[in-house]
């Protein structure tokens, strides 16, 4: 049998899945798609299969063997299914994203996607209010200062994106205003604007397994890879965020124009959504992880995409 570590996506725009998977060797149940042990993660966009496997081999701990999607799908039984949304038009305004800090469901080490229970509970932890403050320095950087007058937060009705949102735009208030202080020339305008709430930006249900251990996700994210419409154990599927996520950016295109909007948000649902706006295949979203407190643009263009990295649970 095969340990499912993870795999590796070579998509190449223009194709429907173009690319191969990296499994390693060890017992699993492949039916199941559940597996012993750690596992990591890493894609790359293009490349020849020697670059891929030389990239494979020089990864940190990396004991990797090269297999095609095909493969993989077989392995899972199921059907590979790219993600069928309608692509976003050309943007009026500019998007960031901004995960939030680290959550008491963080510390548990738990899935936490139910609305009964994200929106009254699972805040965030001293560290993780400490997280949301330190990211308004980067949000100031990459919105840009000249942009500030005309930014907005929208944000997950989940406690602990809503504690994110209201503590980074408090230290982005607190450092325009120290800014502003120190001189009297070219001085930084800032919105004040309040935190637009929806449930559009909430956490990726994740069905029967959410409350399981954060190792459960090795049960979802594999499939993920295969296909965009899958719901094993009811789990929400990649589609389904492509969809929401698209139903908010168009909202928000028909009420604003030239602004900075950041959407406060988790990180499946964040990773799905960059792809999506990049243009790129979502089901290799789980390449590309969120930090607690990250914050990045997301733009309409593959490139900006950041480089992908092995991602491990034990």
């Known amino acids: 049998g095969f340990a499912l570590i993870y795999t590796l996506l070579g998509w190449q725009a223009g194709s429907a899945l173009s690319g191969s998977a990296y499994m390693s060797a060890g017992p699993v149940s492949a039916r199941a798609g559940a597996c012993a042990g750690s596992w990591r993660a890493r894609s790359w966009r293009g490349g020849s299969t020697a670059q891929m496997l030389a990239a494979a081999s020089s990864s ?11 493969l993989l799908a077989q392995l899972l039984q199921l059907t590979q299914c790219p993600c069928s949304t309608e692509q976003l038009p050309t943007l009026r305004n500019r998007y960031f994203a901004l995960r939030h800090g680290q959550s008491e469901a963080n510390v548990e080490g ?18 993780g209010r400490l997280q949301a403050r330190r990211a ?16 907005y937060f ?3 009705d989940f406690t602990r994106a809503l504690q994110t949102a209201e503590e980074a735009l408090g230290a982005v208030r607190n450092l325009v205003e120290f800014e502003n202080s120190a001189t009297l020339q070219d001085r930084v305008e800032l919105a004040r604007h309040e935190i637009v709430i929806t449930p559009l930006l909430r956490e990726r249900w994740f069905g029967a397994l959410d409350g399981q251990p954060l ?22 599927s990649v589609a389904s965020v492509t969809r929401r996520i698209r139903e908010l950016i168009l909202q928000i295109e028909r009420e604003r124009e030239g602004c900075s909007v950041v959407l406060v ?8 959504a960059q792809m999506f706006l990049a243009g790129t295949d979502p089901r290799a ?7 607690n407190g990250e914050a990045r643009p997301m733009l309409q263009d593959p490139t ?11």
């Open 285 to 291: 979203f789980s390449m590309y992880r969120f930090r």
């Open 60 to 70: 940190e701990g990396a004991g990797y063997t090269l297999i095609s999607t095909e």
């Open 304 to 314: 900006s995409l950041p480089t992908p990295v092995p991602l491990t649970y034990q």
């Open 265 to 272: 948000s988790h990180a499946d649902t964040l990773q799905i």
């Open 136 to 151: 308004a320095t980067a949000l100031v950087d990459i919105v840009g200062r000249e942009h500030l007058s005309e930014v």
């Open 215 to 236: 190792r459960t996700y090795q049960q979802v994210w594999p499939r993920d890879l295969v296909s965009a419409e899958h719901s094993h154990a009811s789990v929400e």
């Open 110 to 127: 738990i899935i936490s996607s139910s609305p009964e229970v994200g929106t009254v509970t699972h805040g965030l932890t001293a560290e």
């Open 154 to 156: 929208y944000s997950s």
